[in-house]
């Protein structure tokens, strides 16, 4: 299974990007499907999550009511709407597949458990985001 992550780039603050995250050599819907991010100097943070049913969804704090999860399992790709960037959402973003998404309780997601990076079996390469001031 290989993961491409893409869709990163250069914006102003206040501004929206999209990542996109292709899943090859499998179908996406085996899998629940996370976005972290690592920010120069600082530890790998879990983003969002998305379960084997679109309708599970999960986010960070820093990230609720401006990003968005999503899937569309018919092009084996998932995506992270991110809106109303800031400085602070400056990092790398990566995605990653959980192929045990379709076992995973309704408390995993609600424990955090998703956020622990252990729980992906495959990650993309990673896409750069940097937002200006």
């Known amino acids: 299974v290989q993961l491409q992550a893409s869709g990163g780039g250069l914006v102003q603050a206040g501004g929206s990007l999209r990542l996109s995250c292709a899943v090859s050599g499998s179908r996406l819907d085996d899998y629940a499907i996370g976005w972290f991010r690592q920010a120069p100097g600082k530890e790998r943070e879990g983003v969002s999550c998305?379960?084997?049913?679109?309708?599970?969804?999960v986010y960070a704090d820093s990230v609720k009511g401006r990003f968005i999860v999503s899937r569309y399992n018919l092009k084996n790709t998932a995506y992270l709407q991110m809106n109303s960037l800031t400085p602070e959402d400056t990092a790398v973003y990566y995605c990653a597949a959980d192929r045990q998404g379709v076992l995973r309780a309704p408390g995993y997601y609600s424990g955090g458990y998703w956020r622990e990076s252990g729980n992906y079996e495959f990650w993309g390469q990673g896409t750069q985001v940097t937002v200006s001031s």
């Open positions: 998305i379960g084997i049913s679109a309708s599970r969804t």
